[in-house]
Structures are given as structure tokens and as C-alpha cells.
């Protein structure tokens, strides 16, 4: 893991197209602003462990993961679109 230290303002590079700036950060809160070219997804890590548990879940289900894959795929996408509204 790479550990930095940024100040308010200041940003890290990702690659080429991705930019992380830190906000502002008090009281043991960091405030992010990211920037990522839309077919990037950007999620916070615990909606990526759901996505991820509700894949494993669904993956278990054998022929029923089946029947319910479109309903988990219509989840999944509400839930990556709640977030990218936020």
C-alpha cells in the first residue's frame, strides 16, 4: 500500500486519467473530490463489498442464480447509479 500525505487542495494522479484532491479534512473526516472519465467506475469500498457479496451469493445459487440475474444486474446498476448521484 502506498501511504501519502496530502494537504487541503493538494491531489494524486492515478494513471493518466484519474485525479484524487483532498477537500478538506476535520474532526478524523477526509473529503475527496475524484475525477475519472465516465466509463470509470468510482465506488465507496463498502457498496463494493455488497456488489461483490451479492455477486458471490448469486454465483452459489447455481441454476437459480439463473432466474435471478437479471433482478441482481437491475440491483447492482441502481446501486453503482445511487452512488454516482451522490
Known sequence: MLVLTRKT???IRIGSRVQ???LSASRGQVRLGIEAPPGVIVLREEVHERIAEANRQAALGGVEAEAEDAAQRE???EIVEAEASR
Do not use: D, K, L, R
Open 9 to 11: 487542495g493538494e491531489a
Open 20 to 22: 484524487v484532491v483532498v
Open 75 to 77: 440491483q447492482t446498476e
